[in-house]
């Protein structure tokens, strides 16, 4: 901290000197602007010098005897109102004792540095910090600005050698505007480009600046975000997405973030985590805003309103860019949802606010039941497309297209209403994602399997009499003994004319959420309690000739062999039924069962 104090007390001074050359007759303009450091490991010393601006006798006695003053403040609060390009950094709450910290004894020479040398008397300040007493003498044969020498203790010696002091600059201070020189040897030699004007940072400057952020990579980054502004607040910010795919380590990675925080070109904090929310990590780059001070703690980050604010702006500018290249460059940005879409879906689920949930939602894309395999849409699109005076959004969770066209819940959808278009989601955290956000720009989103649970229109009806069908007789007959042989398995057993082709299907109200609640809830629970949770509905469609056929089996005075038969296939059906709904994850116990069921089959024809 202590160099970086001095660093920054230096480019004040440097900066002061720049703006009074280019507001008044003041200052030697033949003087370069350098910050020069300089270590001597066997004198344990550490020496800053700089060409700034230098202090008076009485600037020295005011500044450097008062603990956590520079002068920039009042400095600034001097200048005429509506000068506010100024670039002053001493803002330092630590101060300027924090010196005192490693050094036994800091000396201070200092000369004004005037037009023809007008006003230079030259000065030495000197303390031990003790009780805050310190020697303010005349001095020979100083330049103009200041120089620092700090005689380090012995438990601060390191700070005396040349790579230890190196990292240090190049950490803090890589991006002060003045030249920062170590043992006569140019440290800063990068360009802090989030200052320039966006159009006039070349593509190669991007990719240069770019690798320095990321280390260890060769490509260019997939998208650049720039963002200026001075009110409400001051930012300069300067955040890349990466090119390469984020390995699944790299996404459990929640702290990972790489964002830097910098007040005016130097250094706050590096990898800061209170800058974006933790769903938007994937960013690489900088923040830099003077409104930060210098002193910030890692605590008071966490807790700062002005980081805050920050963050809630930042967010929303993001989100607007992302938006506006999905719209400019509709194929790349599918290969960016593809990469690093799982970030968002983690945002829109994370996130409290239902206006940010639905910005994030606008970039997802999916595919649905109206377009070709491989196409997908965005719900503002789906949005265009829907019925006149439908309010909902319907979707359907299935591990693939061919799974979700052949579901019996989108067929029983489209049997009561062929035209409603219906998403595909095929990663099962998409559910989730959808659940959480609940409505889309006032519309609902709704699961086709609800829709079908509470489709008060279908009643526990065959319906009119026709051939290849069951009676009603026989449909009721069929439902009892249904009820009596699964037991506590079902709520509820009935028939259905929703489906065509399927011979059955469970329906369940909220079934994405048992979804999810038998994955981790009751992931290793007894059969019997996933049951008694599921509570499920099984429908049969009187229609199907299994159906029909195990009706066969439940006929008054039938065989015995038909019975154990018929248990066995209305044990399957609901074993099927349930794997068509994801709600069953037991493979091997349905792969015994039926199992069963063909040994029953096969002694059955044998008779």
């Excluded at 002005?306 to 809630?312: A, M």
Aim: hydrophobic fraction near 35%.
């Amino acid at each position: 901290v202590f160099i970086r104090e001095l660093i920054s007390n230096a480019s004040d001074a440097i900066e002061r000197l720049r703006f009074l050359r280019t507001t008044a007759d003041s200052g030697d303009d033949d003087t370069s602007l350098e910050i020069h450091v300089k270590t001597d490991e066997k004198k344990r010393l550490l020496i800053i010098q700089d060409t700034g601006i230098g202090m008076t006798k009485q600037e020295m006695e005011q500044n450097l005897g008062t603990i956590a003053r520079s002068g920039s403040r009042e400095f600034i609060s001097g200048l005429n109102e509506g000068v506010t390009n100024t670039d002053i950094i001493g803002q330092f709450g630590v101060g300027f004792y924090a010196t005192f910290m490693v050094a036994d004894k800091v000396d201070v020479y200092s000369r004004r540095n005037t037009k023809d040398g007008a006003d230079a008397s030259e000065y030495r300040w000197s303390s031990t910090g003790s009780n805050g007493e310190f020697e303010l003498c005349e001095a020979e044969n100083v330049s103009p600005g200041t120089k620092v020498v700090l005689h380090l203790k012995d438990n601060a010696a390191e700070f005396a050698r040349e790579e230890v002091v190196e990292g240090v600059l190049r950490k803090y201070s890589n991006f002060v505007t003045a030249p920062i020189y170590l043992n006569g040897r140019r440290i800063n030699v990068l360009e802090p480009i989030w200052t320039k004007d966006p159009s006039k940072i070349t593509e190669e400057e991007h990719k240069t600046f770019y690798h320095y952020l990321c280390g260890n990579t060769y490509d260019s980054p997939r998208y650049t975000f720039m963002y200026r502004t001075d009110a409400p607040l001051n930012l300069r910010v300067l955040l890349y997405v990466p090119n390469s795919k984020p390995s699944i380590f790299d996404i459990a990675r929640e702290s990972d973030s790489g964002v830097a925080l910098y007040s005016r070109k130097v250094l706050i904090m590096n990898r800061t985590g209170a800058l974006l929310p933790k769903w938007l990590r994937f960013f690489r780059g900088v923040v830099d805003s003077e409104d930060v001070p210098l002193n910030l703690s890692r605590e008071l980050l966490q807790d700062s309103t002005l980081i805050n604010r920050i963050k809630r702006l930042l967010t929303a500018r993001i989100l607007r860019f992302l938006s506006q290249q999905s719209s400019r460059e509709a194929d790349q940005f599918g290969h960016f949802l593809n990469d690093f879409g799982l970030y968002l879906k983690e945002g829109l689920i994370t996130e409290s606010e239902q206006e940010v949930r639905e910005q994030i939602a606008k970039l997802l894309r999916w595919e649905t039941s109206a377009l070709p395999a491989g196409q997908t849409t965005s719900l503002d699109e789906y949005a265009s497309r829907m019925i006149a005076g439908e309010r909902s959004i319907y979707f359907l969770s299935a591990p693939s297209r061919q799974l979700a066209e052949a579901s019996p819940y989108l067929e029983a959808t489209r049997k009561k209403s062929p035209n409603t278009e219906v998403l595909f989601l095929y990663e099962p955290y998409d559910e989730l994602v959808l659940m959480q956000l609940s409505q889309y720009d006032h519309k609902n989103l709704r699961s086709v399997e609800t829709m079908v649970a509470e489709d008060a229109t279908d009643t526990d009806s065959v319906g009119p009499e026709r051939p290849n069908c069951l009676t009603q007789t026989e449909a009721s007959r069929l439902v009892d003994w249904a009820k009596t042989t699964l037991g506590t398995k079902v709520k509820s057993v009935k028939v259905t004319q929703r489906l065509s082709n399927h011979p059955c299907f469970v329906s369940i109200r909220e079934a994405g959420a048992m979804r999810h609640f038998l994955r981790t809830t009751l992931a290793d629970r007894p059969a019997e309690e996933r049951f008694q949770v599921m509570q499920p509905i099984l429908e049969l469609n009187p229609e199907h000739e299994l159906i029909r056929y195990l009706s066969t089996l439940i006929t008054p005075n039938a065989p015995e062999a038909n019975a154990v038969l018929a248990k066995a296939m209305i044990e399957h059906l609901l074993d099927y039924a349930l794997a068509q709904a994801g709600l069953l994850d037991d493979v091997r116990g349905l792969a015994n069962r039926t199992n069963e069921l063909v040994a029953q089959m096969i002694r059955k024809v044998e008779v």
